[in-house]
């Protein structure tokens, strides 16, 4: 059972445009969420991250919102450039230390010129 | 500083071989996972450790074998390589601190045939 979904495969947007990529999970005990960014043929780094206790996070472009009721989080990356275009990965961690990260499938996002 | 380091950066099995895919990081980090990643399906937790001398499955161990002797070491044993481990395989260590999760490898593609 997927605990951290990523329902859309892949996104275009528009440079200069606003780009969401939204992400859901199930397990109610997830207190802390990421996002990683990915390009070919290298690995994940970190983006930007948000605590439960908090709905809204932000790191220049990119803002990060959290809402606990719907289990959902979103990544805001505004204005969206050339270099954004990457796979993006959700992310969920329990609230110790030890718990493990789980990631979701990814979102490719595109942005056009 | 060279963060993670995993080698090699591919690899060719013929169905039955075993091999070690090796990480290593220089961060000091207790924490360090692996992962796979296939097409379609995002990154999968293969293994991870807490650390040293403390390791527990993730979310696909199966076919898998790890061990961390050492803090800065976290090698993955494939036994007997088979077609399904054909992947790109990741490697990850974290402080503990939930503000930046996993600092990741560049990757080993793995092909087996």
């Known amino acids: 059972d997927q605990q951290v979904k990523q329902n859309s495969p892949s996104l275009s947007v528009q440079e200069g445009r606003i780009s969401i990529l939204n992400c859901d999970y199930t397990n109610s005990m997830f207190d802390y969420f990421l996002w990683y960014k990915k390009y070919p043929a290298e690995g994940p780094t970190f983006l930007i991250s948000?605590?439960?206790?908090?709905d809204k996070n932000e790191d220049g472009r990119f803002t990060v919102f959290l809402n606990k009721s719907a289990k959902h989080l979103s990544l805001h990356i505004v204005p969206s450039q050339p270099g954004d275009s990457a796979v993006y990965f959700c992310?969920?961690?329990?609230?110790?230390?030890?718990?493990?990260?789980?990631f979701g499938k990814g979102t490719r996002l595109h942005i056009l010129p | 500083n060279a963060g993670v380091t995993q080698t090699p950066k591919f690899q060719v099995l013929k169905t039955g071989q075993s091999m070690t895919l090796q990480c290593a990081q220089d961060m000091n980090h207790e924490y360090m996972s692996w992962y796979r990643q296939d097409p379609g399906m995002g990154l999968r937790l293969i293994h991870y450790s807490v650390g040293a001398g403390i390791t527990d499955q993730g979310e696909v161990p199966n076919g898998y074998n790890v061990s961390r002797s050492t803090t800065e070491d976290f090698p993955l044993r494939l036994l007997s390589a088979a077609p399904s481990q054909t992947s790109v395989y990741f490697c990850a260590s974290s402080s503990g601190g939930q503000d930046y999760g996993y600092t990741f490898g560049s990757g080993t593609r793995l092909t087996v045939v």
């Open positions: 948000i605590s439960s206790i908090k």
């Open positions: 992310a969920a961690s329990g609230r110790n230390r030890d718990d493990k990260i789980i």
